[in-house]
């Protein structure tokens, strides 16, 4: 019970610094050291990413808010990339024992022209606490599109869980598991070694928020990232590094209030 008044107290905090919080979708490591806006970076923001990927991906990250255990989410997931329609799988874990948001997720993309993508991802979001008697979920869909107006530049536009259907007890607040998002970015690599991106974001509980970042390469294999996050201000930094088919990213955010966050990416493409 102490864990659980703990973990309220906690949460309570986060939703007067950070307004809306979505534990169980968060942006891998790489996105979250530019900032965070993942519209046109990965697929769990935007499913239309699918169709422009060029390899099948396995990724798992670890992300601890604040150096708290309770308040770390655990992730992973898989891109099978094929010339019918790319199809991906997601799952994710935030909380301990007594408390715990779950995410299952399934999405696919596909081309519909020459610079156009569009993508439909359902998940099921499950909330399960010693709190309740009975467990509560919902279900709710994303809708994706990603177009490519010009060489090197790629602008995304996402709808996160729209609709949405409570499922379980019905006496169970979950709205806050599940609040629909809609998200516009661009990415724009400049040269081979720099790329900046950026976002704009509203949902229920935020009408507006954005996101700046860039990657450097300053030689092979290796990258250096920054970016900032508004509402509150954020900023991130990060680093990645790529041996062999398998990335390995760390990305660290700084709130003024909280303090810092920090995580742990690991990919493996092919």
Request: aromatic fraction near 10%; glycine fraction near 10%; charge should be negative.
């Amino acid at each position: 019970m102490r864990k659980i008044t703990m973990l309220l107290i906690l949460g309570w905090l986060l939703c007067l610094a950070v307004h809306a919080i979505d534990n169980l979708r968060i942006p891998d490591l790489r996105t979250l050291g530019i900032g965070g806006g993942g519209v046109t970076e990965m697929p769990l923001y935007n499913p239309a990413l699918l169709a422009t990927q060029t390899q099948s991906k396995l990724y798992a990250n670890y992300y601890n808010r604040y150096s708290v255990s309770e308040l770390a989410t655990v992730s992973g997931g898989f891109y099978y990339l094929n010339d019918v329609i790319p199809a991906g799988l997601e799952i994710s874990s935030f909380g301990y024992d007594e408390y715990r948001e779950s995410l299952f997720r399934l999405s696919m993309g596909k081309q519909v022209a020459e610079k156009w993508t569009v993508g439909i991802a359902v998940q099921y979001v499950l909330l399960q606490s010693e709190l309740f008697e009975e467990s509560s979920g919902r279900i709710s869909a994303d809708i994706g599109i990603s177009c490519c107006p010009v060489e090197n530049v790629l602008t995304g536009l996402s709808i996160l869980h729209m609709p949405s259907i409570k499922v379980g007890d019905k006496n169970i607040d979950n709205e806050h598991i599940a609040s629909y998002s809609v998200q516009l970015g661009f990415s724009w690599k400049v040269i081979n070694t720099v790329l900046i991106t950026g976002s704009v974001d509203n949902c229920d509980e935020e009408p507006v928020s954005g996101s700046f970042g860039m990657e450097y390469m300053p030689f092979d294999d290796f990258k250096i990232r920054a970016g900032v996050r508004t509402s509150p201000l954020r900023p991130s930094l990060g680093v990645g590094y790529r041996i062999a088919g398998i990335d390995a990213d760390i990305g660290m955010v700084y709130h003024s209030v909280l303090g810092v966050s920090m995580g742990l990416g690991i990919s493996f493409s092919f």
